[in-house]
């Protein structure tokens, strides 16, 4: 091959290589920008009800979605061991507080949610639920010795250990869950917190004004 082709053959060899560099540089620039733009692109996050000015302070993680559920119709049952489902209570406001004595936090928090139905105590449109889900009879006399500290705290079990699957929070305890009075799940909260908050307070004043008579008024009126 003669100098001169060679020179050529190589010019031909230097193009095609920087074509091949060029075209991987752009491809690597392409997938960073990709990359970049996904993690830099803002999380979204479930729809929240108006109810979500009440996620502050000790209630920061409180949960208020617009697709609202009914409670589920699974029957638990009373201190007598009367089978009770959260129908039974329409019509009024309810704090549902899922526990167990295994749950140092829900023991912790236990203190303020009888100060919140003590609070509460005159208004009979809102019911304040603590529902015990040890899973042994054992356990749920623990229970029962527990609660009655906490006056006027009421007893209610779920020895199957079901109902915590069957909110929101899947399982997390301690849970509870504000149900308005057509039944619906209005918020939930994961975790421990403080009752007798005022954020607490005044999420339950919300619910509560929604559907309560005009002053003046009977509720049939």
Known sequence: MSGSRKAIWAVVGALVLISTLAGAGGLA????????????????????????RFAVGPLASLETPTEL?????????DRNGTAVRFSTFEGKVVVVNLWAMWCAPCRTEMPTLAKL??????????IVLP???????DALADAKSFIDVHEPLPLYSDI????????????KMP????????????ATFSGEADWDSPQA?????ALLAEGAPAPGTSPAA
Do not use: C
């Open 29 to 52: 620039m392409s997938l960073y920008a990709n990359h970049a733009r996904e993690t830099q692109a803002p999380k979204t996050t479930a729809a929240e009800s108006d109810l979500a």
């Open 69 to 77: 559920q009914t409670a589920p119709e699974y029957m638990f049952r």
């Open 117 to 126: 139905a003590r609070s509460y105590q005159r208004n009979e449109d809102l």
């Open 131 to 137: 529902i015990n889900v040890d899973a042994s009879a």
């Open 160 to 171: 199957k250990f079901q109902l915590p699957f069957e909110f929101p929070g899947k399982g």
């Open 175 to 186: 849970q509870t869950i504000f149900l308005d009075r057509e039944g619906r799940i209005r």
């Open 201 to 205: 307070h005044a999420l339950i004043d």
